[in-house]
Nanobody
Framework: QVQLVESGGGLVQAGDSLRLSCAASGRTFSRYAMGWFRQAPGKEREFVAGVGWGGESTYYGTSVKGRFTISRDNAKNTVYLHLNNLIPEDTAVYYC?????????????????WGQGTQVTVSS
């Protein structure tokens, strides 16, 4: 099993940047695919980005491609999400997820492990 703790959310203005972090427990972090999802009030949980075991394979949701970047540091058991050029539509709770398979799925129900989430609010 793995426990996930997100941090780095906050209130920012449109055009600003943020870096979210997700710290994972356990000694086998490098053997988990990692993902970021977000959920806005009244909306379904949405795939944002994912990264495979080694960090070379990255995937992005259509609405964030070109603005967000996912990366991982296996030595620190941490995955990051760099959010650039934020817009109000990016306002949501951002969740980190982990999967011991080297598979990045866009459907949230396929990810077995989740963090508690961190709020990102973008004002116009």
């Amino acid at each position: 099993q793995v426990q996930l703790v997100e941090s780095g959310g906050g209130l920012v203005q449109a055009g600003d940047s943020l870096r979210l972090s997700c710290a994972a427990s356990g000694r086998t972090f490098s053997r988990y695919a990692m993902g970021w999802f977000r959920q806005a009030p009244g909306k379904e949980r949405e795939f944002v980005a994912g990264v495979g075991w080694g960090g070379e394979s990255t995937y992005y949701g259509t609405s964030v491609k070109g603005r967000f970047t996912i990366s991982r540091d296996n030595a620190k058991n941490t995955v990051y999400l760099h959010l650039n050029n934020l817009i109000p539509e990016d306002t949501a709770v951002y969740y980190c997820a982990a999967d011991p398979r080297n598979v990045v799925a866009t459907m949230p129900q396929l990810w077995p492990y989740w963090g508690q989430g961190t709020q990102v609010t973008v004002s116009s």
